[in-house]
């Protein structure tokens, strides 16, 4: 038999991997959007027109491209951020594999502009399924634009397998949520068919969760915070009271990159087992940061799904975390008749605005200087302190205990046997008194004062 095994030209392969790649228009706006991110640009647009089926467009101030490097970057298995293997277990980027920008140019149509800050003329490269159709040098600014044009307009089967304009809109807004929560300190731009969809300055998690949820949110969120030698975790959890029937606020980002994780997300749920109702979810927005030896993103084409090394551990700790904050921000039901009483703020003090203390300093006090005394002998000031106004330290405060004052108090006047102090107790005084109040405590006097016994 002849031979029948034959290497598929590139463009085949390329539309191959950009079936595993490339899903749907939301799948070409992460590509894009990491790829900014990792420029290390600071601010990004994300223009999208008919849920991204007629038009894709990502620009940003990033780091750009030399015109070798832009004519490369549509090569498959073409990256500048990794060399070797073992790089793969020391990840600092979102991407790695090199094939997005190939996988993109091989089912739609592409235009790529893009200058860097050494170069004073940046490059233009227009691509169709895989073939460079024009490059010229072109004025452009720094960093890079992106327009994605006609996604799978070679392959029929995959566009017609596309959904509604609305529900390629709700992916790719999905998409652009998790990348955003994901680097809060870049700015952010989102429009949809010329109308504003975001628009996020760069700020902190917190402030980047209530842009992209509202104002309400931010009321709902319980901070988190452990750091051990295994994880960083730190970020949000919603209140168990703003649980919701639908999922959708759940979010895990591993090392600044969102990430899908079954059982981490069962974690979360025992954690707030027994304080939302079944059948509701818990909202969370948390960050794990782990050494980037001890996790495997390369699993799958859209590294959302991930490997961690010590899987058991992250659970129990993500669990015990989460519970900790759960009650530490009282949001657990308290349990009134376990607490200790010793913690409760005394009588006298409760419902009061707390003041600042004060220390009142008679700058003008000497102790060596020598005063009149009424009677005309001189007396030293040291010996005779001012203490002047100590009343006030009571002002305010409320004399009675319990709403009973003290001349109210009734004395039983049934008399005791003051024998039961006699022995080890010496009394010498045989005129004691000893009352008893409320059929509950015995107060008597012995040598050295009073005793009350209850
Ligand atoms: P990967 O991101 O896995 O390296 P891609 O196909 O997404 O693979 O991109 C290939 C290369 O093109 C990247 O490694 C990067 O050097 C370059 N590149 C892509 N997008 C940009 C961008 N927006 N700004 C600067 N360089 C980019
Ligand atoms: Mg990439």
New binding site residues.
């Given amino acids: 038999m002849a031979d029948i095994i034959r290497l598929l030209p590139d463009h085949v392969a390329n539309q191959i991997a950009a079936g595993e790649v490339v899903q749907r228009p939301s799948s070409v706006v992460k590509?894009?959007l990491?790829?900014?991110i990792?420029?290390g640009?600071t601010e990004i647009q994300l223009i999208v027109k008919d849920g991204g089926k007629t038009l894709i467009q990502?620009v940003?101030n990033?780091?750009?491209?030399s015109g070798t490097?832009a004519r490369l970057?549509f090569e498959r298995h073409?990256?500048?951020?990794i060399q070797k293997a073992e790089d793969l277990f020391n990840l600092h980027?979102?991407?790695?594999?090199?094939?997005?920008?190939?996988s993109i140019a091989a089912i739609a149509h592409v235009e790529m502009l893009?200058r860097t800050e050494e170069d004073e003329i940046g490059t233009r490269i227009k691509m169709e399924g895989s073939k460079v159709v024009a490059q010229e040098v072109v004025v452009a600014p720094i960093?890079?634009s992106?327009l994605v044009k006609n996604l799978f307009f070679n392959i029929p089967a995959r566009r017609n397998f596309l959904k509604s304009d609305q529900v390629e809109f709700r992916h790719i807004t999905d998409e652009f949520h998790r990348i955003s929560l994901a680097h809060p300190q870049v700015a952010f731009n989102f429009y949809n068919n010329g109308s504003d969809v975001f628009q996020l300055p760069a700020n902190d998690f917190r402030k980047r969760i209530v842009q992209i949820f509202g104002r309400k949110t931010d009321e709902k969120l319980v901070p988190v915070e452990e750091e051990t030698h295994v994880v960083k975790i730190s970020g949000y959890i919603q209140k168990p009271e703003f649980a919701k029937k639908s999922r959708g606020e759940q979010f895990f980002f591993a090392n600044n990159r969102f990430i899908k994780s079954p059982y981490l997300h069962h974690a979360i749920l025992g954690a707030f087992e027994g304080l939302i109702r079944p059948g509701t979810h818990p909202g969370y927005f948390l960050n794990l940061e782990v050494d980037p030896g001890t996790i495997d993103i390369n699993i799958h084409p859209t590294k959302t799904e991930v490997k961690f090394d010590d899987e058991h551990t992250l659970y129990a700790m993500l669990k015990s975390t989460v519970k900790h904050s759960l009650g530490q921000f009282n949001v657990t039901p308290a349990l009134d008749f376990e607490q200790d009483q010793n913690l409760d703020t005394p009588y006298s003090y409760k419902n009061k605005e707390v003041g600042i203390p004060q220390v009142v300093v008679d700058s003008s006090f000497n102790p060596f200087e020598a005063v009149k005394t009424s009677r005309g002998n001189s007396t030293s000031n040291y010996s005779k302190p001012k203490v002047e106004g100590w009343e006030n330290l009571y002002l305010g405060m409320d004399m009675s205990i319990d709403g009973d004052n003290h001349s109210n108090l009734e004395f039983e006047s049934e008399v005791v046997n003051s024998s039961i102090f006699d022995e080890g107790q010496e009394v010498v005084d045989h005129t004691t008194t000893t009352f008893q109040l409320r059929k509950k405590y015995i107060i008597t006097t012995i040598k050295s004062g009073m005793v009350v016994i209850n």
């Fill in positions: 590509e894009l990491e790829n900014a990792d420029a640009a990502i940003d990033g780091k750009g491209m490097d970057s073409a990256t500048s951020k980027t979102k991407g790695f594999r090199g094939e997005a920008l190939a893009t960093g890079t992106m």
